[in-house]
C-alpha cells in the first residue's frame, strides 16, 4: 500500500519578511488613521451645516408667526368695516358700491386664509400644534360642515352632498383639526368644480373597526398624473386657467397631510383630468395616548 509522503515544511520566516510585514501594518494604521480623521472632519461639518439647517428653520418659523400675528389685526379691522358696510349701517350703498364693498370682503377673506396657513404651518414647524382629542359623534361634525357651506352651496351650479354616514362609532381624536382637513378639501373642490357636484362620504376603513376613511370627491377639473406625487408638499398648486384667478399659498393640502399625520392617519387622491378628483384622508378611531399629548 502506498503512503503519502511526508510535506516539507515551511521555510523559517525571515528577519526581512518581519520587517516587510511591520512596514504594512505601520503603512496600514496610518491610512486608516488618515480616514478617522477624515471621518470625524465629516462628521463635524454635517453637525455645523445641520446646526444652521436649524437655526435658518427656527427663523423661518418665527417669521411666519410673527408676521401672521400682525396680519391679523390689520385684517380684522378690514373684514368689520366691510360688514358694517354691508349692513348699511351709514346709510345706503349704491349697487356699484355694494359690489366694492363685497370685492374687498372677500379679499380680506382669503388673505385672512391664507395668513390662517402660514401661522399654521409655523406652529407646526416649531413643534407647537396643539392636539386636543375627545369623544365625539361623526353626525356632529357632519351637521356643522353642512350649515357651513350652506352659504356657499345654495344657488350655485355645483352641488354638495353630505352622505348620511352608516353606524359608525363614536370618535376619539381632534375633531377640529378633522374638520380643518375637510374644510380644505371640500373648499378645493368647490374651487375647481365648475358643474356637477361635490360629494362628502365616511365609512368604515377596516373589518375591525378601528378606521374611518373620509373622502371628498368632485367632478371637477381633474389633476395631472404628474402632480399627483408632490400634490401634498408645501406650496404645490395646480397649474390651470381656474388656478390662475384664484389665490392661495399652496398651503392646504399640505396641512392637511401634516395634521392627519399628528392625528396617526394618512391622507391620499385618485384623480382623472377632465373626470374629477377624490381626496381621502384615514384616521384611527382613537386616537392613541403618545399622538394625543405629542
Not at 519578511?17 to 480616514?35: G, I, K, Y
Not at 445641520?50 to 428653520?57: C, D, F, G, K, N
Not at 378645493?188 to 378601528?210: C, I
Not at 376613511?213 to 408645501?234: K, M, N, Q, S
Request: glycine share 6%; proline share 5%; hydrophobic share 40%.
Amino acid at each position: 500500500m502506498k503512503t503519502d509522503s511526508p510535506q516539507t515544511p515551511p521555510p523559517p520566516t525571515t528577519e526581512q519578511d518581519n520587517a516587510q510585514l511591520r512596514e504594512q501594518l505601520l503603512a496600514l494604521r496610518a491610512e486608516l488613521e488618515e480616514t478617522n480623521q477624515g471621518v470625524l472632519a465629516l462628521y463635524a461639518e454635517l453637525d455645523d451645516q445641520a446646526e444652521q439647517l436649524r437655526q435658518v428653520s427656527d427663523l423661518k418659523s418665527r417669521f411666519l408667526s410673527y408676521m401672521s400675528h400682525e396680519f391679523r389685526t390689520p385684517l380684522g379691522s378690514i373684514r368689520s368695516m366691510t360688514r358694517l358696510l354691508e349692513d348699511e349701517m351709514d346709510g345706503p350703498l349704491t349697487a356699484e358700491q355694494r359690489r366694492q364693498v363685497r370685492f374687498v370682503s372677500s379679499a380680506a377673506q382669503e388673505l385672512t386664509e391664507m395668513v390662517d396657513d402660514l401661522l399654521d404651518l409655523a406652529k407646526i414647524e416649531a413643534g407647537k400644534i396643539t392636539i386636543s382629542p375627545a369623544w365625539f359623534d361623526l353626525m356632529d361634525l357632519i351637521s356643522a360642515l353642512r350649515g357651513m357651506f350652506r352659504p356657499i352651496s345654495e344657488g350655485g351650479t355645483v352641488a354638495l352632498v353630505f352622505e348620511d354616514p352608516p353606524q359608525l362609532p363614536m370618535l376619539y381624536t381632534d375633531d377640529k383639526k378633522l374638520a380643518q382637513i375637510l374644510r380644505n378639501y371640500i373648499s378645493n373642490a368647490l374651487k375647481f368644480t365648475t358643474s356637477g357636484e361635490v360629494r362628502v362620504s365616511a365609512r368604515q376603513e377596516d373589518a375591525a373597526g378601528e378606521w374611518i376613511r373620509f373622502t371628498v370627491t368632485d367632478t371637477g377639473i381633474g389633476i395631472p398624473e404628474a402632480l399627483h406625487a408632490t400634490l401634498f408638499e408645501d406650496f404645490v398648486q395646480v397649474d390651470s386657467p381656474l388656478q390662475k384667478r384664484l389665490r392661495g399659498t399652496g398651503l392646504g393640502l399640505s396641512l392637511c397631510k401634516r395634521f392627519a399625520i399628528l392625528l396617526g392617519g394618512h391622507v391620499g387622491m385618485h384623480s382623472v383630468p377632465g373626470e374629477g378628483s377624490a381626496f381621502h384622508v384615514v384616521l384611527p378611531t382613537r386616537l392613541a395616548q403618545e399622538q394625543a399629548h405629542g
